[in-house]
């Protein structure tokens, strides 16, 4: 046969499944559902070869269960909101709606040319009008179920750019486009009230058995329960500022109270803002430290710095023990209390703290084995187990037991009608602030009213459209700027009203999309419930870790919103979540220090190693550690240029066969070369196969001999293991196996005389039978291949829409079995017979191993015992 042309053959296969539109699933197939989802990528204008990896993954899943009988469900659509659109617009004066728009069709014409089963009779964007109108409507639904509110917060507000910034998006207090130093204010905003669910969020995670550890212990750290104490430490009213007489703290180690040696609270703390009043030092300190910014990230690693109020507090086991209380960089408002009791000797950061203002520690855990006369903290906190010490009445406790007795104690303790402690669990997990001054994002549909304040849009005047007449002159939110877009009179009362400017954070486009997949064609509601209800979970959810986190939690929190608001009526969206490893390069560098891509390089390998020499100037280019593909340093492959060269089959093969899709794959020329050797390597045997097929008696022969019983062997054997391999995504092993079954095959071939084949009929059905098997086994890998292949064999039909085959299972029964052998009861080897060998073959089998020999040692055979299928010992 001729070589099998991918360039030719792929686009042709492609278009036949388009027209006779077989991967598009319908809402009423009383078929098993299963319901496979890549995350949807956002449409910056081409597609990667990380994407080109996770659909591959997810697109081998889906059409392996479609052969399997079941409707699959695999949509696909855009993440199309956001911030570079508006860049864009900035930059090169177009319309982020145009951009956007251009982008998805030029990237939909890429995600085409890989060949996935998609259904893009299903497909959107999340900026049309037509899916936004939803997320408005159920924005409202939110409103009156109490989990949308308005909330006044602090944010971190850009003046240069006019925008507020996330944490991460402050360096140093400067925003991290503008360079401006960042302004704390206190601006309204529109929350989701996810809090709600904190708990009910870190429950469920036990029940998601198949979602990777990780990721759900990702999760509860950021919900980051924990159960403490709130203790409402006196004020000495000498030091103290009128008006103030207590501070109430939040600890988790309430046991180590008796280590405490000083109070902190937040630079935003009430009693902060009243000692700063009458300290002008003290208010200097504060707004020095308030300009580094929120995030946790620069709070952890920042210096400690504190400013001692001179305030006092009292201990509560102590009316004679005062401690200072300070004001501290570490201290956030947004936890707990904003105040806090340190204990330097079992807190790393409270160490630091008095280490640098000599307030010096004291240790009350002592770990088990250590003296306590002799255990000393000097720059290392402990905060592992012990017993209590130098601390009166816990002194022997476990640091449970004390935690448990310090509760007791002052929870009973009553000061000024309260109890001084309260038993508290509290939550990492911050309502979800959604507003965001963009002009690109879905706006939120609420009028402000100077009469009746907030009036949400009435549903029937939904969506609340983008103009797109805007302009980006200004900095700023475009929508805000518009001459008339936010003038409007009020629904209620008919006064002059404002919209709402802000638009949602697009995390929220996110949120639901998969809902929405079950039926994108309701015009009047996000989803319609019957048909969702059955639709989802999603079965299998495949994407980057770097969602693993917020994504995740969002699109968990918003399907018990549309939960408690009947739009569906599950509370988890994915029953299965797989998270892909990246795909990695390679990095060369120029003796200039300037990157150059793969591309432009040439490597040579030599008595040396590996060399790369750049091939238009013919200089050596340093080769440097492999790193994940980044524009920056340039060590990228374009999906285009890889599909181009050696067709989408090839590219998938190797991105599924080089490591476990959970880890990272490093793209290398050379491996690519071998899949695309591969490639026509399956194309020769299926062709070879087939001559020989041709020959085959059409019925199935009644009895098979050796040679035939062992291929069928080997084809049921690898359908059995590649079958479960896809099910569990251990892809990469069923490519191994797809690899030795063709291997098994091509052996068979070659013992026939070529280009006549003499084998046995039933050996040729068996050829048969094999072809056909190895091509279903590498279709969902390699569909565009696997179709040609099915032609040469003369089958009826495409692969794409035929059964998965069915495994014989009574050939996959091992017909030898390994014996361990021993001689007078000690382990000497193990011997290999057939599964039906009677006892005095497997005797003779055993007595004439060396080892049996050799620890016999010349002494006669008393008895041989044969423990059936395990052991057999001989006694001499
Ligand atoms: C005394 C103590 C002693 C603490 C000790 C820890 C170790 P998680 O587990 O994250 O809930 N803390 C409380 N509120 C804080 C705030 N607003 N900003 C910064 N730190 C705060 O952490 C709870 C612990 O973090 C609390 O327990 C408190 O310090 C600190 F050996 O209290 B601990
Ligand atoms: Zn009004």
Redo the contacts with the bound molecule.
């Keep these: 046969a001729e070589r099998y042309n991918a360039r030719e053959s792929e686009p042709r296969w492609q278009r036949l499944w388009d027209e006779k539109a077989i991967f598009a699933s319908k809402n009423d197939d009383p078929r098993p559902k299963y319901y496979v989802l890549e995350m949807f990528p956002y449409p910056s204008g081409r597609i990667h070869i990380g994407h080109v990896r996770n659909y591959t993954l997810g697109d081998v899943l889906a059409r392996f269960m479609r052969a399997r009988g079941y409707n699959v469900l695999h949509p696909m659509g855009w993440d199309a909101f956001g911030l570079p659109a508006e860049n864009a617009a900035i930059e090169r004066k177009v319309a982020p709606k145009a951009w956007t728009y251009d982008n998805i069709a030029a990237m939909k014409k890429q995600l085409r040319s890989i060949g996935l089963s998609l259904d893009w009779s299903r497909e959107f964007a999340t900026c049309d009008p037509s899916y936004y109108k939803h997320q408005q409507k159920m924005f409202l639904d939110m409103l009156r179920a109490g989990l949308a509110e308005r909330e006044k917060r602090k944010l971190n507000w850009d003046p240069v750019d006019m925008t507020v910034l996330a944490n991460e998006q402050v360096i140093d207090g400067r925003g991290w486009r503008s360079g401006a130093v960042v302004e704390q204010r206190e601006m309204s905003q529109w929350v989701f009230k996810i809090t709600k669910y904190s708990q009910e969020l870190l429950e469920a995670l036990d029940g998601l058995e198949r979602w990777p550890d990780k990721v759900r212990l990702m999760q509860r750290n950021w919900i980051?329960r924990?159960e403490?104490l709130l203790i409402r430490f006196a004020l000495d009213a000498a030091t103290t500022p009128a008006g103030e007489s207590e501070l109430k703290i939040?600890?988790?180690?309430p046991d180590?109270l008796f280590g405490a040696k000083f109070m902190a609270i937040?630079a935003d703390h009430p009693l902060a803002v009243a000692a700063a009043a009458k300290n002008p030092k003290l208010a200097e300190f504060i707004a020095d430290i308030k300009k580094i910014g929120t995030a946790q990230s620069i709070i952890d690693t920042a210096e400690k710095q504190g400013f001692d109020t001179g305030i006092k507090a009292v201990h509560p086991f102590d009316p004679s023990w005062k401690l200072p209380v300070y004001v501290a960089n570490?201290?956030?408002m947004e936890?707990?209390t904003?105040a806090?009791?340190g204990?330097p000797a079992?807190?790393q950061r409270?160490l630091d703290f008095v280490n640098k203002y000599n307030l010096g520690n004291v240790p009350v855990v002592c770990p088990e084995g250590q003296d306590p006369k002799t255990f000393v903290i000097t720059d290392v906190a402990y905060?592992g187990d012990g017993r209590m010490i130098n601390s009166r009445f816990l002194d022997g406790m476990t640091i449970e037991a004390a935690k448990e007795e310090v509760a007791k104690r002052l929870e009973s303790e009553v000061r000024g009608n309260a109890p001084v402690g309260e038993r508290q669990v509290?939550f990492?997990l911050r309502d979800w602030g959604i507003s965001r001054q963009r002009y690109w994002g879905c706006p939120i549909p609420v009028i402000h009213c100077p009469k009746c304040d907030v009036v949400p849009v009435p549903d029937d005047q939904l969506p609340v459209t983008l103009p797109e007449d805007v302009s980006f002159d200004k900095p700023g939110n475009a929508l805000d700027h518009h001459p008339t877009w936010k003038h409007v009179s009020c629904p209620k009362c008919g006064a002059k009203a404002v919209r709402e400017t802000d638009t949602m954070d697009t995390f929220v486009d996110s949120s639901w999309y998969f809902a929405r997949f079950t039926d994108p064609w309701n015009e009047t509601a996000p989803t319609t419930p019957a048909v969702a209800n059955r639709m989802m979970p999603v079965d299998q959810y495949i994407g980057g870790v770097e969602h693993a986190i917020l994504h995740l939690l969002y699109s968990r929190f918003f399907t018990r919103a549309m939960k408690a608001t009947g739009h569906v009526d599950m509370s988890e969206p994915f029953a299965g979540m797989f998270t892909q490893g990246m795909v990695v390069h390679e990095t060369y560098q120029k003796a200039d220090g300037s990157w150059v891509t793969p591309a432009e390089v040439k490597i040579e390998v030599g008595g040396n190693g590996r060399r790369a020499v750049l091939m238009a100037t013919g200089e050596d280019v340093a080769i440097g550690p492999i790193e994940k593909m980044s524009k920056s340093k340039k060590n990228t492959v374009d999906p285009d240029d890889i599909i181009a060269s050696y067709g989408a089959d090839v590219a998938r093969w190797f991105m599924l066969s080089d490591s476990p899709p959970d880890r990272d794959v490093i793209w290398s020329d050379e491996r690519v070369q071998g899949a695309s050797r591969f490639v026509q390597r399956l194309w020769r045997l299926v062709n070879e196969s087939a001559e020989i097929a041709k020959t085959a008696p059409a019925a199935r022969p009644a009895t098979f001999g050796a040679e035939a019983l062992a291929l069928r062997k080997a084809a049921h054997g690898a359908l059995d293991k590649v079958s479960s391999g896809i099910e569990r995504l251990h892809f990469n092993v069923c490519l191994a196996h797809i690899r030795e079954f063709a291997n098994a095959l091509s052996e068979v071939l070659a013992k026939g005389d070529k280009p006549a084949p003499d084998l046995a009929p039933e050996v040729s059905w068996a050829v048969k039978e094999a072809a056909t098997i190895l091509v279903q086994l590498f279709s969902p890998m390699m569909p565009h291949l696997a179709e040609e292949c099915w032609v040469v064999l003369g089958q009826t039909g495409l692969v794409s829409e035929a059964d998965w085959p069915q495994i014989e299972r009574d050939l996959l029964v091992e017909d030898s079995v390994t014996l361990v052998v021993q001689v007078n009861g000690k382990k000497r080897g193990d011997v290999t017979v057939p599964r039906a060998a009677q006892n005095a073959d497997i005797e003779a089998a055993v007595l004439a191993l060396d080892a049996v020999k050799a620890a016999l040692g010349g002494k006669p055979v008393r008895k041989v015992i044969v423990v059936p299928m395990r052991i057999v010992n001989v006694v001499g």
């Design positions: 980051g924990s403490g939040f600890t988790t180690r180590t937040s570490f201290v956030l936890y707990g904003g806090i009791f204990c079992h807190d409270d905060d509290n990492r």
